[in-house]
């Protein structure tokens, strides 16, 4: 499970929900005041929905998601052992195994995120193989390495620094922003372009393509640097956007084509997605998220450009008018702040109804996740912020034992049952 964020927000990836870390309830887009928030976590949920990378990671989640139903719902096991594991035993998914997955995402350490690094550093680019996962130990990592003569930091590169960089990179266009330093990860994509091909990186547009095409594939890094070298090489120009999507999808192969990956990711996807076992009351959420998938992909195979369009706006009026089109044909996560309100963005004319209710299943879902499969689980209910229920110790410590009040249903409660986790005791495996 990954959480990708700016200064100011949070997106869970593929759990659909944004957090803001302030205390403004919109109701509608024209009441935004952190658009530029919004749109940097925006775009995290459109990476989710719409690229190769996001949806294999969709359809490994749900799949273990649906794992949990199966293995508990029926069964009299009294006691369950975190962190669980999940059994893999297909092709399919060894391509999508837990090493493997943590090679092409290069998570950054606390310490290695919000770093400022001062721009008159060396810069060296590491490819290393592996060599350690059974099988893809040829498959290369990669890293940044920032140094001078008193100095040394190195930093992996992988699809986290990949799709951070691209919201920022729309993020600044529509807000600039002069900095002194770089700033981990947000601008690891610009720093690797400009290192590798300095004339492609002058336009922040074709850097933001770059990243989108490059999270077509599942090693990401690998086809952002491969790619890079190889317009250098060429010394390749592009009059529009879309011929960057077509000189990477034309010149780097992976067997499949991109159409055909991409369309396989997406009917794994929903496979995965409709196999989730949810109470019928909450059976919306699951169906909201395949609807949503279903359309957006359903516009990229028209125009696998249609993200890089954002940067033919000048202003945020433009913006906004876009944006608008984009939520109303694509929906929008569910989003909630530190004030206890939930919502989603809507047009104006949209009327209101119980779809924030609904999609409260992802935040729960989440959390239930973190219980099984983190080693150091998180027993703290994430629905503190915004549950109108009666606090108890329980939701700090041991969420599952909280009881449904007398006119309000737990939502964490809900979920865990229907689970099959009713009545297990929960130990954690030290």
């Known amino acids: 499970m990954h959480l990708l964020n700016s200064s100011s927000g949070s997106y869970v990836f593929s759990f659909y929900n944004i957090f803001l870390d302030n205390k403004t309830s919109p109701e509608n887009i024209d009441l935004v005041l952190e658009l530029e928030t919004i749109i940097h976590e ?24 649906a794992f949990v139903y199966d293995k508990y719902h029926s069964s009299t096991e009294t006691v369950v052992t975190t962190p669980i594991s999940f059994d893999y035993d297909s092709e399919t998914e060894k391509a999508i195994n837990e090493d493997l997955f943590q090679l092409y995402f290069a998570h950054m350490s606390k310490e290695q995120k919000n770093l400022r690094l001062p721009k008159h550093l060396n810069i060296v ?10 099988g893809y130990e040829e498959v290369p990592e990669y890293n940044i390495v920032f140094s001078n003569k008193n100095y040394n930091k190195e930093i992996p590169f992988g699809a986290f620094a990949i799709m951070e960089s691209m919201a920022n990179l729309l993020e600044r266009y529509i807000f600039p922003k002069e900095e002194n330093n770089y700033i981990m990860p947000y601008d690891t994509a610009y720093v690797v372009a400009n290192h590798i091909f300095p004339e492609f990186s002058t336009n922040p547009g074709a850097i933001f393509a ?15 640097i491969n790619a890079l070298y190889m317009m250098r090489k060429m010394d390749f120009n592009y009059t529009s956007y879309n011929d960057i999507y077509t000189f990477i999808f034309g010149n780097i192969e992976t067997g499949l084509s991109v159409r055909e990956r991409f369309q396989s990711s997406v009917h794994e996807a929903l496979k995965n997605i409709y196999n989730i076992q949810n109470t019928s009351n909450l059976s919306y959420a699951s169906h909201w998220i395949a609807q949503t998938i279903d359309t957006i992909c359903s516009y990229r195979l ?20 876009y944006l608008l089109k984009m939520i109303s044909l694509v929906g929008s996560p569910l989003i909630y702040n530190k004030n206890g309100d939930h919502f989603v963005l809507r047009n104006v004319e ?20 973190k219980i099984l499969k983190l ?5 703290k209910c994430s629905l503190i912020p915004i549950c109108t229920c009666t606090k108890t110790d329980y939701c700090n410590e041991f969420p599952w034992l909280q009881q449904h009040g007398v006119d309000k249903y737990c939502q964490f409660k809900i979920i865990w049952d229907a689970w099959g986790l009713k009545d297990k005791n929960i130990k954690k495996n030290v």
């Open 42 to 65: 925006y775009i995290h949920f459109l990476q989710d929905i719409s690229t190769v990378y996001g949806l294999t990671n969709t359809a490994k989640i749900s799949k273990e998601i």
């Open 125 to 134: 680019i590491k490819n290393e193989k592996n060599g350690i996962i059974p």
């Open 210 to 224: 770059l990243c989108d095409a490059s999270l077509m594939y599942y090693h990401s890094a690998e086809v952002f």
């Open 302 to 321: 028209k125009s696998m450009d249609f993200l890089t369009r954002l940067f033919d706006f000048k202003s945020i009026s433009a913006l906004k008018i």
């Open 350 to 369: 949209e009327s209101q109804d119980e779809e924030e209710n609904q999609l409260l299943f992802w935040i729960t879902a989440e959390n239930i996740y």
């Open 375 to 379: 080693r150091s689980p998180e027993y």
